[in-house]
């Protein structure tokens, strides 16, 4: 399907050779920066396991450069997008001038073909959100079973990533699509507080958690882990089944009602305690990682406010 699109725009007018030209050079620019970003990340690695002062110093840099570069693609892709948007609008606005400028059959055929084409990518946008909340939802419940089922038969809370992490570090690191779903517009959420909540689990998962073997069997990991599964195994299947039409009235009020108790649960004797264990590492994040929750927080209770109103307003 992407490969008909890209190549009708080819063979269309001049327009659109500019506009696929610009999609290859953004596609290579991302692809330039997600290499960059692969060796960054390496040499972090390294330079945290090695455990030398200066390494880990040069550490604080390296990662200011990943975040500035993760800003570039994720600028790159709403430059993309409002081209694209660009791009079908003049298209369709051509056709329907030409459509009514002549009662040929052609330019009637050319307007359809748009509508059809604008119609078609709306319904892709939502069967490939639906198709990946679906995913993330199964995910999350598959791991909220495996730490559960692993404390009721070890009767201990400290296996939470022994017994399934790797599965928590996909799902996590796959959810950066999230930001790009902002960036290029298909989920009205923005980019900057999806950004902020990747980029603190992230760092609490791949950078302490899964580094520090000190603090894996912490029981802040399993308070932490059983907060985020519960939240998503909520979050993405109202999502799914917003995507349909068809989100019963208890997910939503289990959407917008839930995060009270188990974000403050989450953060708290979850992330931040895991930091406090990890101090030697992140002294300086523990003092800045309040307000980034605090704002997370706040936004999720504006998100919640904002909600009920619109369904006040509905009935």
Not at 9 to 20: H, I, Q
Not at 221 to 235: D, G, H, K, T
Not at 290 to 302: A, I, M, Q, S, V
Request: aromatic share 12%.
């Amino acid at each position: 399907m992407e490969g008909d699109i890209f190549s009708g725009l080819g063979n269309g007018t001049p327009g659109d050779g500019k506009v696929l030209q610009t999609f290859n050079k953004s596609f290579g620019q991302v692809q330039d920066i997600l290499d960059q970003n692969r060796v960054l990340i390496n040499e972090i690695n390294q330079n945290h396991e090695s455990k030398v002062p200066d390494n880990l110093s040069r550490n604080v840099g390296l990662i200011r450069e990943l975040n500035n570069n993760i800003r570039r693609v994720v600028n790159l892709y709403a430059d993309l997008s409002s081209s694209f948007t660009r791009s079908v609008e003049s298209s369709s606005e051509g056709e329907l001038a030409g459509g009514l400028s002549s009662d040929g059959k052609a330019s009637q055929k050319r307007y359809r073909s748009g509508l059809s084409l604008a119609l078609t990518m709306s319904q892709l946008s939502k069967l490939y959100l639906f198709t990946y909340n679906s995913l993330q939802a199964f995910g999350w419940a598959v791991y909220l079973f495996l730490i559960l089922s692993n404390f009721l038969l070890s009767n201990s809370i400290n296996a939470a990533y022994a017994s399934a992490g790797e599965i928590i570090c996909l799902l996590q690191a796959s959810s950066f699509l999230e930001v790009v779903h902002g960036a290029i517009g298909i989920v009205p959420s923005g980019v900057l507080f999806p950004l902020m909540q990747w980029g603190g689990r992230t760092f609490v998962l791949l950078m302490i958690v899964r580094k520090i073997d000190e603090v894996q069997e912490s029981p802040s990991v399993f308070i932490c882990f059983v907060a985020w599964s519960l939240s998503e195994v909520i979050r993405y299947p109202y999502y799914a089944l917003n995507c349909i039409g068809n989100c019963s009235s208890w997910i939503t009020l289990l959407r917008y009602t839930a995060f009270l108790v188990l974000y403050p649960i989450g953060l708290v004797p979850g992330e931040m305690w895991l930091m406090y264990g990890a101090l030697p590492y992140i002294k300086v994040l523990l003092v800045c990682y309040p307000f980034l929750g605090l704002n997370l927080y706040l936004y999720l209770l504006k998100r919640s406010r904002l909600s009920k109103r619109r369904e006040k307003k509905l009935k």
